[in-house]
């Protein structure tokens, strides 16, 4: 069975840091997709970035930044100039690549940005 | 506007009760799902649904039940079964197989007495 592990269960940093959320994960599949959800303070979940396991290039959005070491089975995202509005509970979800469409979260880190 | 609308936001119910919540979807999506979140244990999966007329357990499937007699709709009931269903629930679906991205509802916070 597939985990994701989220080891940072909060974290501050000031406003305009870069900061680091980790995941790990353990899977035996081959091609999968890993996610970060962005939960708010007003707990609307949205996606911030998506990897494809067999893409080799890191994905990017903006402030938000993912580093995929496969052979490690670890997913961080970096969060660059961070800004007040980031401030809320971030997930690290898995989704196998075959036709199964079940999706695992993390428990979450709570990030805090501070003015 | 599209969209996963869940219903109620809040809901009280008296231990040994029953209690389904709604979830439907106007986003055209195959695949939805139902998580319940609690403090420190991040989402877990309940049950989700691939295709109209089937769904599948997730993690924590015990005391609770499905059905997906329509695409827009997969209602959750809370049954008696579930010792602990004082929690907030969230719904979601997902478009195309591989995009993989998540839509989310407002989600409903349970609460039993």
């Known amino acids: 069975a597939q985990t994701v592990t989220q080891s940072q269960p909060e974290m501050s940093v000031q406003e305009a840091e870069t900061v680091t959320l980790s995941c790990t994960y353990d899977t035996s599949e081959n091609n999968y997709y890993l996610f970060w959800y962005k939960q708010p303070p007003s707990r609307q979940m949205i996606l911030v970035i998506r990897?494809?396991?067999?893409?080799?290039q890191n994905a990017t959005e903006n402030r938000f930044s993912v580093n995929f070491q496969k052979a490690a089975k670890s997913f961080s995202l970096k969060i660059s100039d961070s800004q007040l509005g980031d401030t809320a509970m971030y997930f690290c979800?898995?989704?196998?690549?075959?036709?199964?469409?079940?999706?695992?979260f993390g428990k979450g880190t709570r990030l805090h940005i501070l003015p | 506007d599209g969209g996963i609308t869940q219903s109620p936001k809040y809901l009280f119910r008296k231990e040994g009760q029953n209690v389904t919540l709604s979830c439907e979807q106007n986003l055209n999506h195959d695949a939805m799902y139902w998580y319940r979140q609690d403090p420190g244990q991040g989402l877990r999966l309940i049950y989700y649904?691939?295709?109209?007329?089937?769904?599948q357990k997730g993690d924590i499937a015990e005391g609770y039940s499905v059905s997906r007699e329509k695409k827009e709709s997969f209602p959750l009931t809370v049954t008696s079964a579930q010792k602990n269903p004082t929690a907030f629930y969230l719904c979601?679906?997902?478009?195309?197989?591989?995009?993989?991205?998540?839509?989310f509802g407002e989600g409903s916070r349970l609460t039993v007495l």
């Open positions: 649904s691939q295709i109209v007329n089937d769904f």
């Open positions: 979800a898995f989704m196998k690549g075959n036709r199964d469409d079940k999706i695992i």
């Open positions: 979601a679906s997902k478009g195309g197989r591989f995009t993989g991205e998540l839509f």
């Open positions: 990897q494809e396991a067999y893409k080799q």
